[in-house]
């Protein structure tokens, strides 16, 4: 009898405009299978855990592939850099029915100049324009967001774990 784990991040996006006007969308992600291995080895083979997860922002007309990896993911999607700060911490809440989200903690871009951003990925490292960690959710947008400079992005993402028989 085969039994298979269904994972994966649901992204919740929203974009409250200059004007006013909010624009939301849910959204399930892709686990890249650098993602699939580094949870793979940690729950079963002792590798190193990661401490702090973080969010960040494409502005290419890019569609994740299973093997994107951090190491290609700045140059290949085009990471949107024109928002205050560095990526957005992922803070997490308690594990609750195989489930973890920042929904306490929503990640939030202000951007400091128009933008056009197509989706989002969740990094180990924290840096802009990193090569290096571990990449464990990437999700293209179901339309872009276009946000002008002072738009506010938000992200709330959720992560579960379902048996499936």
């Given at each position: 009898?085969?039994?298979?784990?269904?994972?994966?991040?649901?992204?919740?996006?929203?974009?409250?405009?200059?004007?006013?006007?909010?624009?939301?969308?849910?959204?399930h992600?892709?686990?890249?299978?650098?993602?699939l291995n580094h949870?793979?080895?940690?729950?079963f083979?002792?590798?190193?855990?990661?401490?702090?997860?973080?969010?960040?922002l494409?502005?290419?007309?890019y569609?994740?592939?299973?093997?994107?990896?951090?190491?290609?993911?700045?140059?290949?999607?085009h990471?949107?850099?024109?928002?205050?700060?560095a990526?957005k911490?992922?803070?997490?809440?308690?594990?609750?029915?195989?489930?973890?989200?920042?929904?306490?903690?929503?990640?939030?871009?202000?951007f400091?100049?128009?933008?056009?951003?197509?989706?989002?990925?969740?990094?180990?490292?924290?840096?802009k324009?990193?090569?290096?960690?571990?990449?464990?959710?990437?999700?293209?947008?179901?339309?872009?967001?276009?946000c002008?400079?002072?738009?506010?992005?938000?992200?709330?993402?959720?992560?579960?774990?379902?048996?499936?028989a």
């Amino acid at each position: 009898m085969k039994s298979e784990a269904q994972a994966g991040f649901t992204w919740h996006v929203e974009v409250e405009h200059r004007d006013g006007r909010v624009e939301r969308e849910t959204l399930h992600n892709l686990m890249p299978t650098e993602g699939l291995n580094h949870l793979m080895s940690v729950a079963f083979k002792g590798g190193t855990q990661v401490p702090t997860w973080y969010i960040a922002l494409y502005k290419g007309n890019y569609t994740p592939v299973p093997g994107l990896a951090a190491a290609d993911f700045p140059a290949v999607a085009h990471e949107a850099t024109d928002y205050t700060g560095a990526r957005k911490e992922f803070v997490e809440g308690s594990v609750n029915a195989g489930s973890v989200d920042n929904s306490a903690t929503r990640a939030e871009f202000e951007f400091t100049a128009d933008t056009t951003v197509y989706g989002g990925v969740i990094s180990s490292s924290p840096t802009k324009g990193s090569t290096n960690g571990v990449l464990i959710s990437a999700v293209r947008f179901s339309s872009p967001k276009v946000c002008e400079a002072g738009a506010i992005l938000r992200v709330v993402a959720a992560n579960s774990l379902t048996s499936a028989a």
